[in-house]
């Protein structure tokens, strides 16, 4: 039995293969992924290692967890240390992290209070029961949620019920009543859907998932002003593009316009599980003790991480860095649609950019990875990039020569077939 268990093997010290991973994997783990072929074994900054020797450039950091890349030296010491005094509590105690981390972020993001999960869909299902008690405290049927087409938030039946897209919900219906749609960026819509029910109105700032795209300043005043007017609240989810990815701590500061609830989670303590809402104004303070709660949330090792990250990402100046390195990587990208005919336009702000294909993406993708990048296809002809706040130049124009060697690739191909 020993021999066919690859993680036998790698106590033996001898790298598991790809090859026994998967065996193993197809008969013990529920299908839910659809795995790349790629055995990783170790990170350094952004350079991925495969069970080969293998390095790859990888632009995708974890689906935009790994802001830091890996094993940056000031994370593993907080992880060494922290992991002998206390890595776990409960929230039955106090420990000395979770208050400073709340503060810190209440204060980049301009808000007031905190609560601490472990997932993205967790902290959406936290803001959304946040709207249903506030729309309780008006009138019992004010429990309407308006959300966006081709919005993402998460897998839980709650967070289901907000994302815009038929392929993730239609397996669970029926879902939360009351949520209605709008296409983002179409205010009529948005004015149609809101009403004296709504209870909140929730936007990506910038639509992650979907293939990235922002949504307009002006569209989010509007949801501001209409949330106003109908007492519904307003939440941005930035579980993808905020805590710098954008070049600013969150993708809405680029607007004049403050949300009552904002999510976060991804690269928050770089790499390890955590997630959490802010809130501000009477929406910060609608849990009374006992009404919500989760066991892992905002744990010492988690919090003290997450404020490590704070740390690194302000005095390594990692925000400018994220602007300087995402306009080299823009600019680069718009040199590729002029220079390939299938590539038609990249969207996106910092260090979350798509290059929009006209045709599938994920040809694109394989081949670069087989070159040595890692990037990801999103919306079947959607090119998603995401790489570390650590990157540098050099980082950028090997990933645009991969990036750009692939397409040729793969359109010759695509021709001689
Ligand atoms: C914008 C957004 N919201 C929510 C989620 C769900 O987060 P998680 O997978 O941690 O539950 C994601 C995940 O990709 C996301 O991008």
Redesign the pocket.
């Known amino acids: 039995m020993a021999d066919s268990n690859p993680f036998a093997a790698a106590a033996a010290s001898t790298p598991p293969r790809l090859e026994q991973v998967q065996e193993l994997e197809s008969r013990v783990l529920m299908r839910t992924y659809e795995r790349i072929p790629l055995l990783a074994v170790e990170g350094k900054g952004p350079w991925l290692y495969d069970a080969d020797g293998r390095r790859y450039l990888d632009f995708l950091a974890g689906?935009?967890v790994n802001a830091l890349g890996y094993a940056h030296p000031r994370i593993t010491r907080v992880l060494r240390d922290q992991g002998r005094r206390l890595i776990h509590l409960s929230n039955l105690y106090y420990h000395d992290y979770q208050g400073q981390l709340a503060e810190r972020l209440n204060r980049l993001a301009g808000m007031e209070r905190a609560f601490f999960a472990n997932?993205?869909?967790?902290?959406?299902e936290t803001a959304i029961k946040l709207a249903r008690l506030h729309g309780r405290t008006i009138t019992p049927d004010k429990f309407e949620l308006v959300a966006l087409e081709n919005?993402?938030?998460?897998?839980?039946l709650g967070?289901l019920s907000i994302t815009g897209q038929p392929k993730y919900r239609q397996p669970y219906e029926p879902l939360l009543p009351g949520v209605r749609f709008v296409p983002l960026n179409d205010g009529n819509r948005l004015r149609e859907a809101v009403n004296e029910r709504t209870c909140a109105i929730i936007v990506?700032s910038i639509?992650?998932?979907g293939g990235v795209f922002p949504a307009e300043p002006a569209f989010l005043q509007l949801a501001a002003d209409l949330a106003r007017e109908h007492r519904a609240l307003l939440i941005f989810?930035?579980?993808?593009?905020g805590l710098g990815r954008t070049g600013k701590w969150f993708a809405f500061q680029a607007t004049t316009v403050v949300p009552d609830l904002v999510?976060l989670?991804?690269p928050i303590a770089a790499g390890f599980p955590l997630?959490c809402v802010l809130g501000r104004g009477p929406a910060a303070t609608l849990f009374q003790p006992g009404m919500h709660g989760t066991t892992f949330g905002g744990g010492p090792l988690a919090c003290r991480l997450a404020l490590e990250f704070l740390d690194i990402v302000e005095e390594d100046h990692l925000l400018e860095n994220v602007q300087t390195m995402g306009n080299l990587l823009m600019e680069g990208l718009e040199n590729i649609v002029r220079r390939h005919a299938q590539a038609t336009t990249v969207r996106g702000r910092g260090l979350i950019l798509a290059l929009q294909l006209d045709r599938p993406a994920r040809p694109v993708v394989e081949q670069a990875r087989e070159m040595g990048l890692l990037i990801n296809a999103t919306h079947d002809s959607v090119v998603r990039l995401l790489p570390p706040y650590i990157i540098e130049a050099r980082h950028v124009r090997q990933a645009l020569k991969v990036l750009s060697r692939a397409l040729r690739t793969v359109a010759r191909g695509q021709k001689a077939s």
């Open positions: 689906i935009a997932s993205g869909a967790e902290a959406i919005s993402f938030h998460g897998r839980t967070a990506e639509q992650g998932e989810d930035e579980i993808q593009c999510t989670a991804k997630s």
